[in-house]
């Protein structure tokens, strides 16, 4: 607490120091092709600033800025190569923009299999993080809104990502491409978890289903990379406040840096009383997260990123005691989660490029009465992760990249009752990989990449190659078929346990996507299929469990059937088994459901500046075991279904009404059953349903902007 307090003070203080007495310049053009053609809707900015304009239907644009000095204008425009224009801001009145277009090459070509881009960095969806976590019904959070695309698994009593079968902790995260260990708050069981990152402290988020380059190890199923801001040259400060939670955050800009920060503090006491849940609370959900980052451009070609993030999260509350004995007894859980990494990103002579960074992760959790009343665990982690990697573009044909990492983890678990026992767990995962980019043909593109690894165990190398070959005709449509290899070292849930110690699963991936992208509408299909070895089971052979994941996707989202309207429609089927943990035979795991659909509506009321959504979440049945027949997995639930609404006000120029609301018509979904570990004298066994802690949730929260420079993104009205 006294660590968050020292850094909310000191974003205080920074933001205290604004400049005052700034000059607008104005800024104005035309911006055509070369054949004098106007550009309509072309982009023209000024880097690292908010300031710019969008061209007319004559072409011209008109902005004013307060960048003083010389500056960097870029004007964008689909199919155009980007222009650059570096002159001083009082000299940037009346300019004529030619712009030249852009033919296919490795620089400007994105390979988007399995890939769903949000924000600056990709260009599949043309949305910040902001946009991402004021659609559909994801209060607020990342991971929620992640939910809603094609191949994610709606797993409701935990809110974590589940991908194409894949387990949870097969989805890895990374910030500035350095791992993050837990990218989750704590939560209570059958509690929908939050991600612990605010989305305004990211440009982009980079979700890969699968199929993902040699950079990224450590991953059976996903990789969710994103990237923070870039260095601002202007000071933002705001605020939002709901019943739940408070938080502050913003911007302090310095000549050739900048400070961000966020801190929030939520507690569901009151949330509780107004709508009570399934829990006998004794001690409501509370969380106090501060994160900051900090942005240093040394030159143009010399950029330094750092982000550090301090999270506490503590409740409890009463649990009947085993095998629904009604007899309760409290449960308690405290957890520090603290992240940090840094990285550097240089721009070398004859087209090179470095990147070099490092993180640390360390959580620890302290859980009272988790078999008996009186019992004390104590659970640790933590993780060093080191990477840096080369570029290099040759001609315009060929790109390659080659580089190393190395992974330091130690776990240990103590129990404390009458003496104190412990289990713990050291090592070192190490890797090198290389990937190459090369353009066969006109329309044919190909990355080939190699990854190897040391499996901790028995210290032997790795080899997991991973191909993409790409047709891509023109800016619109593209056909791609990958293929890759990958290994994750098994959680340390199980590793620290009997022979499972340093132990590895492995997975091959196969997917074919095609895609159709133009101004409205994006069409996507995707077909893959998943082999898993060497997964950990629970009888005497440890690590002879196998898997197989397979299924099709589908994603659709359109602009153009009626004026600011936009539908949504993601579908996925995927057929998986696994003998895996507590299965002993080959069978569907439980978190799996076939089918799952989702669907959302968003219109904009120009009139009143407010966006309105609904969604609809539908899953087929989740199999569970009846114990009352024979084998494993031999009954299903009834299907999932949420609708949620989702509305976006702008009340003033710096104020923003959010309301969310999932499950609106309050559903009682069902996801498992538990059963009771003796029958009664019939051979019936009393079971109870697994079901969210409460069906629907309210969200609703004030952002409001203290400086002219807004906190809080309003472009979108």
């Not at 829990?279 to 750092?306: A, H, V």
Request: charged share 20%; glycine share 8%.
């Amino acid at each position: 607490m006294r660590k968050t307090n020292i850094i909310w003070v000191l974003g205080l203080i920074l933001f205290s120091l604004e400049a005052a007495g700034q000059v607008k310049h104005k800024v104005s053009g035309v911006v055509v092709d070369n054949k004098e053609h106007p550009l309509t809707g072309a982009s023209v900015y000024i880097k690292n600033t908010i300031d710019g304009s969008i061209a007319d239907s004559t072409g011209h644009f008109e902005f004013f800025t307060t960048a003083e000095g010389m500056v960097s204008l870029r004007s964008t425009y689909l199919g155009f190569k980007e222009y650059t224009l570096y002159n001083k801001v009082d000299s940037l009145s009346s300019l004529h923009i030619m712009m030249k277009e852009d033919g296919l090459s490795l620089s400007n070509v994105e390979v988007v299999a399995s890939n769903f881009n949000f924000g600056s960095y990709g260009k599949l969806k043309k949305l910040d993080a902001y946009d991402v976590v004021m659609t559909g019904s994801s209060c607020g959070d990342i991971f929620a809104a992640l939910g809603s695309l094609p191949g994610v698994q709606k797993v409701g009593e935990n809110g974590r990502l589940y991908v194409r079968g894949g387990d949870n902790f097969e989805s890895q995260v990374f910030i500035n491409g350095m791992h993050v260990l837990n990218p989750y708050d704590e939560e209570p069981s059958n509690t929908v978890t939050r991600s612990r990152f605010s989305p305004f402290l990211f440009k982009g988020i980079n979700f890969s289903l699968g199929g993902y380059a040699g950079e990224y190890g450590q991953a059976l199923s996903s990789i969710l990379p994103m990237e923070t801001t870039d260095v601002s040259s202007c000071d933002k400060l705001g605020v939002n406040i709901s019943p739940l939670s408070a938080a502050v955050g913003g911007t302090k800009a310095f000549t050739t840096s900048s400070l961000s920060f966020n801190t929030e503090f939520m507690n569901l006491g009151l949330y509780n009383k107004m709508f009570p849940d399934r829990y006998d609370w004794k001690k409501p959900y509370q969380k106090i997260t501060t994160e900051m980052q900090w942005k240093k451009e040394f030159t143009p070609f010399i950029i330094f990123k750092s982000y550090a993030s301090y999270n506490n999260t503590s409740l409890k509350y009463g649990v009947e005691t085993d095998d629904f004995d009604p007899n309760e007894r409290d449960l308690e859980m405290t957890e520090d989660n603290v992240y940090a990494n840094g990285a550097f990103y240089f721009q070398l002579p004859k087209r090179w490029s470095l990147f070099s960074g490092i993180a640390n992760s360390f959580v620890k959790e302290n859980i009272y009465g988790v078999l008996v009343s009186g019992d004390h665990y104590v659970n640790f982690k933590n993780e060093v992760h080191v990477k840096t990697y080369a570029t290099k573009a040759i001609g315009s044909r060929v790109n390659f990249k080659f580089g190393a990492e190395n992974y330091i983890r130690n776990y240990w678990k103590k129990s404390i009752i009458d003496s104190v026992s412990k289990l713990s767990m050291n090592y070192q995962s190490y890797a090198i990989f290389a990937d190459g980019q090369y353009k066969l043909s006109k329309s044919l593109f190909s990355n080939l990449s190699l990854r190897m690894e040391n499996n901790v165990a028995n210290q032997h190398p790795y080899l997991m190659p991973r191909v993409t070959f790409s047709y891509i005709p023109n800016k619109e449509f593209q056909v791609s078929a990958l293929f890759g290899r990958y290994s994750q070292v098994i959680g340390d849930d199980y590793d620290v346990y009997g022979p499972y110690r340093k132990c590895q699963s492995y997975a091959n991936h196969a997917i074919l996507s095609l895609q159709y992208q133009n101004e409205k509408t994006v069409l996507r299909m995707e077909g893959y299929y998943k082999r898993y070895s060497h997964l950990l089971t629970y009888d005497a052979n440890g690590l002879e469990g196998k898997g197989r994941s397979k299924g099709f996707d589908f994603f659709l989202e359109d602009q153009s059937l009626v004026p600011n309207l936009t539908t949504t429609l993601a579908y996925s089927f995927n057929d998986s088994k696994r003998k895996y943990l507590q299965y002993n035979d080959y069978v569907q795991p439980q978190y799996v459901s076939k089918h799952n659909f989702h669907v959302t509506l968003k219109y904009f009321f120009a009139p009143i500046k407010a966006i309105v959504s609904v969604s609809n979440d539908f899953a087929s049945g989740r199999p569970y075991t009846n114990p009352q027949k024979e084998g494993w997995m031999n009954a299903t639930t009834k299907p999932y279904n949420s609708f949620g609404l989702n509305m976006t006000f702008l009340l003033s120029p710096s104020v923003i009404l959010y309301a969310s609301a999932t499950n609106l018509f309050n559903r009682h979904n069902i996801f498992n059953y538990q059963y009771r570990s003796m029958g009664d004298g019939s051979g019936a066994f009393a079971r109870k349903a697994v079901q969210a802690s409460r069906d629907r949730f309210f969200y609703i929260t004030l952002f409001i902007s203290l400086k002219k420079t807004h906190a809080y993104e309003i472009s979108n009205f």
